[in-house]
Each structure stands twice: as structure tokens, then as C-alpha cells.
């Protein structure tokens, strides 16, 4: 199975910050990569799919980079409402795969 | 619109059985495969199990795989999971999740879940 790391496992921000999240697979994956946001309760949301595509009708604040086995999400201007929870998962093969998760909470 | 509904969540005993469904509208169902995926309490997301839109490719996680049955009616915009042998490793929130496209292990949108939990 492909092993999705991301780090960090969380980070503090404040609004209007510029945010990085990482995430690395344990073997090449192209730009089988997708980006999930998840507010705690709710089902995760899409983001960016094929790592750098976003899908319809999220902000423009977001973006993905990267292929092979290190990729990149990042905010440009982080607003209240995107603190959250941000998962990376594998499209390349089954078994999909998730890594563990980037909590991002207010500094 | 994309609607997913899951259903059938509950509490049941170590070694029961349960069956979980979800129910499917806005798009249609037979051209899309569907998953479903996991999240323990407090835990991170596990893929469970994957069926295409014509049911022909079935596939599970090692988790699961010998305990856990995947199917959908194309006919009645629906899919189930038969769960049995249940353990307490399996409490968590259940969510069916469709594929951006047929097969391309990309969920785009998600039920709300529903909750199962495993305990004596």
C-alpha cells in the first residue's frame, strides 16, 4: 500500500496568513492527488484534485502543487472559515489511501 | 444537486451484523463508482471498499476484506454495505462517497455519514 505522510500534524495561523501543508507518498504517484478539507462533524469536502486542480466552487485561496512523491497545498490568505482539518489522498491505486491529517486552528 | 444519504448506522455486539445504506440523487447513479469510507473517532480517514458503476470491478480494504460486502441497485439509486463479524476496530462514521468520475478513485461528494459503534 502507498503511505501518504503529511506534515505538520498541525499548525496555529492567524487570518490573512499564507499556509503550507506537505504531504509525501512512499512511492510516485504522478498527480494522482487530492486535497480534502474537513470541518469537525461534517463529511471532508474536495479541494484540489489531480494536485493541482480545484474543484468547483472552492476560493481561489487554495491551490495544490507538486507530482511524483511531494506535493504542496497551499492558502494564500487564510480566512476564518478555513480552519479545518486537511487530509491528502492517493488516486493513483486501491487501496486509496489518506495521510494523517493537517489541523489547522487559530493562533 | 448531488444528494448522498447514508443510513443504518447503530450500535451492535462484537461478532454482529449490520447493514448500511445510502441513498443517491442529483446525477446518475449507474455511471458513477462509488466508495465507501471511514473514520474512527477522533482518527483519520480509511478507505473501506470501492464498486464501479456496472458493479463488474469490487474491491476492499485488507480491513474489511471476507467480512465486509459491497453492492448497489442501480435501478433504486442505491448501494449497501453488509457488515459482519464485527469488532470494535470497526466503530466509526461511515460515509458513501462518489468518484469524480467512473473510476477515478477521486470522492467528490459525500454523505453526511452515519455512525457505527461495536461494543458490548
Known amino acids: 500500500d502507498i503511505q501518504m505522510t503529511q506534515s505538520p500534524s498541525s499548525l496555529s495561523a492567524s487570518v490573512g496568513d499564507r499556509v503550507t501543508i506537505s504531504c509525501r507518498a512512499s512511492?510516485?504517484?504522478?498527480?494522482?492527488l487530492n486535497w480534502y478539507q474537513q470541518k469537525p462533524g461534517k463529511a471532508p469536502k474536495l479541494l484540489i484534485y489531480?494536485?493541482?486542480s480545484l474543484q468547483s466552487g472552492v476560493p481561489s485561496t487554495f491551490s495544490g502543487s507538486g507530482s511524483g512523491t511531494d506535493f504542496t497545498l497551499t492558502i494564500s490568505s487564510l480566512q476564518r472559515e478555513d480552519f479545518a482539518t486537511y487530509f491528502c489522498?492517493?488516486?493513483?491505486?486501491?487501496?486509496?489511501?489518506f495521510g494523517g491529517g493537517t489541523k489547522v486552528e487559530i493562533k | 444537486e448531488v444528494q448522498l444519504v447514508e443510513s443504518g448506522g447503530g450500535l451492535v455486539q462484537p461478532g454482529g451484523s449490520l447493514r448500511l445504506s445510502c441513498e443517491a440523487s442529483g446525477f446518475t447513479f449507474s455511471t458513477y463508482s462509488i466508495n465507501w469510507v471511514r473514520q474512527a473517532p477522533g482518527k483519520g480517514l480509511e478507505w473501506v471498499a470501492h464498486i464501479s458503476g456496472t458493479s463488474r470491478k469490487i474491491y476492499y480494504a485488507d480491513s474489511v476484506k471476507g467480512r465486509f460486502t459491497i453492492s448497489r441497485d442501480n435501478a433504486k439509486n442505491s448501494l449497501s454495505l453488509q457488515m459482519n463479524s464485527l469488532t470494535a476496530d470497526d466503530t466509526a462514521v461511515y460515509y458513501c462517497?462518489?468518484?469524480?468520475?467512473?473510476?477515478?478513485?477521486?470522492?467528490?461528494?459525500w454523505g453526511q455519514g452515519t455512525l457505527v459503534t461495536v461494543s458490548s
Open positions: 462517497a462518489r468518484d469524480r468520475e467512473e473510476g477515478y478513485l477521486t470522492p467528490d461528494y
Open positions: 489531480a494536485a493541482s
Open positions: 489522498q492517493q488516486s493513483y491505486i486501491i487501496p486509496l489511501t
Open positions: 512511492q510516485n504517484i504522478n498527480s494522482y
